[in-house]
């Protein structure tokens, strides 16, 4: 199963060689969610693995992105002491408009036709 997820891109890791077929790289994007009023923000980090790692490279610190990614998770034993690790796999990035400030106007489409509001002599012919 997929997951995505929209937030601003904070930090990029370096790619690591963690053996001679196998890489990672990091990154971290950060999510704001307004509950009650009250803004709370969560950083959320990402792994890429393989071929993906280049994944991140097009995109600047800063930036709004969205991010598709797996959830994984591995059972990992050692000197009889057992630990559960969850990666979030990211698969793909693209670039997001950021929302706009709540209560402002979006930008005016200026290609669309204009109405005339009821009333104001709109039935008039310039001819």
Known sequence: M???ITG?????????QRSE?????EFVIEKSDDINGRVINNYIKFQSVQDRTGIVDRFNEGENVKVYFNIKGTRWEKDGKVNYITNLDAWRMESVMAAPAPGAD???N???P??????????????
């Open 2 to 4: 997929s997951f995505e």
């Open 8 to 16: 601003k891109l904070i930090v990029k890791y370096n790619t690591v």
């Open 21 to 25: 077929t196998f890489k990672t790289r």
């Open 106 to 108: 979006p930008m005016p």
């Open 110 to 112: 200026y290609n669309a």
């Open 114 to 127: 204009q109405m005339p509001a009821a009333g104001d002599g709109g039935d008039d012919l310039p001819f």
